[in-house]
Antibody
């Protein structure tokens, strides 16, 4: 059974940093691209970052480039999201997802982790 | 960036009613994917590659479309289908989602 378990969320002050983790199990982690997607309270879904199966290439929307960094440790089957210079608009539930083999949709989602940016 | 516009934003359907949700893209896309999200839960892949049902999705759900216009249809609404549905594309970077359609039970 595929499982994605996020951790590391919480309340953080504006301008500070936070690092999310996602432990994957039930599949061969090194075979899949992975992606973070977020959802602000009461809002829709927003793609945050993606990383290739080897970790060699990363992708971000222009709006987040430079503040967020996605990475992975294939030996630990763990995905990370380093978030710097956090703003109130980064307040959201962050989902760890597995991209399909064609990399064009997201076939498994974690339970999500809440990040609240507030003073 | 390809913008996806879903309509309606909210709708209510009675049990047994046929339901059609629409997703329009600002430019042509090769495939459309759909997710179902119930309140307080993570989204689930529902329809992929325009017309394929994900594992466990009832066959009353179907997807269709091409180019800039796609739809998700429920042939006969059931209580458990009340949820928010999102469309999503990746014909061109970045991956984008529609704003969602909230489907309620009448």
């Amino acid at each position: 059974e595929v499982q994605l378990v996020e951790s590391g969320g919480g309340l953080v002050q504006p301008g500070r940093s936070l690092k999310l983790s996602c432990v994957a199990s039930g599949f061969t982690f090194t075979d899949y691209w992975m992606t973070w997607i977020r959802q602000a309270p009461g809002k829709g879904l927003e793609w945050v970052a993606s990383i290739t199966n080897t970790g060699g290439t990363t992708y971000y929307p222009d709006s987040l480039k430079g503040r967020f960094t996605i990475s992975r440790d294939n030996a630990k089957s763990t995905l990370y999201l380093q978030m710097n210079s956090l703003r109130s608009e980064d307040t959201a539930t962050y989902y760890c997802t597995r991209a399909s083999t064609g990399m064009d949709y997201f076939d498994y989602w974690g339970q999500g982790v809440m990040v609240t940016v507030s003073s | 960036e390809i913008v996806l516009t879903q309509s309606p934003t909210t709708m209510a359907a009675s049990p047994g009613e046929k339901v059609t949700l629409t997703c329009r893209a600002s430019s042509s896309v090769s495939y459309m994917h759909w997710y179902q999200q119930k309140s307080g839960a993570s989204p689930k892949l529902w329809i992929y590659d325009t017309s394929n049902r994900a594992s466990g999705v009832p066959n009353r759900f179907s997807g269709s479309g091409s180019g800039t216009s796609y739809s998700l249809t429920i042939s006969s609404m059931e209580t458990e289908d009340a949820a928010t549905y999102y469309c999503q594309q990746w014909s061109s970077n970045p991956w984008t989602f529609g704003g969602g359609t909230k489907l309620e039970l009448k």
